[in-house]
T-cell receptor, first 113, second 113 residues
Framework: DQQVKQNSPSLSVQEGRISILNCDYT??????FLWYKKYPAEGPTFLIS?????DKNEDGRFTVFLNKSAKHLSLHIVPSQPGDSAVYFC????????????FGKGTHLIIQP | DAGVIQSPRHEVTEMGQEVTLRCKPI?????LFWYRQTMMRGLELLIY????????DSGMPEDRFSAKMPNASFSTLKIQPSEPRDSAVYFC???????????FGSGTRLTVV
């Protein structure tokens, strides 16, 4: 049973345009959500996060939106750059951080010149 | 800081052999996590430790898998005996207690033939 779902295995976006990566979750106990970025042959690196008490968090070109009623979050990258080409994982956890993160399967973002 | 250090980076072994993966967390991080990444299941949490104590090992797939953390600077994940379906990338991650943005190591790519 996949509690965190990323339904798009891959996404291709033109350089300079907006990239939107989507994530859905089923566990209503999740209270914190994160996005990780992963390059080949490297471990995932933390990108941005959002608490369930907020609906938006912004960090430079990256913005995460949370819609609790729909159990949906999205990551917006504006403008998209070639270095953004990577696999993006959505993750969530409960219990104030007392337990481990549950990850989605990832979306491979390809930025085309 | 050297980050989370995992060894070896690559391991090829024959079915039935014992495999030991190693992890050195970031100094001062109280929590340590072992994840496994496969195409089919994505990133799965296997086990995590807080202050060297195993908290949740419900993700460990079988009794063939075991993990230890004898001190704050070292952890091992052992598979005995190994099977071809154990082939995956195994990641170790650490974080300060209660911080939900983990730092991942570069992973160990395990191939069991």
């Amino acid at each position: 049973d996949q509690q965190v779902k990323q339904n798009s295995p891959s996404l291709s976006v033109q350089e300079g345009r907006i990239s939107i990566l989507n994530c859905d979750y089923t566990n209503s106990m999740f209270d914190y959500f994160l996005w990780y970025k992963k390059y080949p042959a490297e471990g995932p690196t933390f990108l941005i996060s959002i608490s369930s008490i907020k609906d938006k968090n912004e960090d430079g070109r990256f913005t995460v939106f949370l819609n609790k009623s729909a159990k949906h979050l999205s990551l917006h990258i504006v403008p998209s750059q070639p270095g953004d080409s990577a696999v993006y994982f959505c993750a969530a956890n409960t219990g104030g951080g007392a337990d481990g993160l549950t990850f989605g399967k990832g979306t491979h973002l390809i930025i085309q010149p | 800081d050297a980050g989370v250090i995992q060894s070896p980076r690559h391991e090829v072994t024959e079915m039935g052999q014992e495999v030991t993966l190693r992890c050195k967390p970031i100094s001062g991080h109280n929590s340590l996590f072992w994840y496994r990444q496969t195409m089919m299941r994505g990133l799965e949490l296997l086990i995590y430790f807080n202050n060297n104590v195993p908290i949740d090992d419900s993700g460990m797939p079988e009794d063939r898998f075991s993990a230890k953390m004898p001190n704050a600077s070292f952890s091992t994940l052992k598979i005995q005996p190994s099977e071809p379906r154990d082939s995956a990338v195994y990641f170790c991650a650490s974080s300060p207690r209660g911080v939900r943005g983990y730092t991942f190591g570069s992973g160990t790519r395990l191939t069991v033939v």
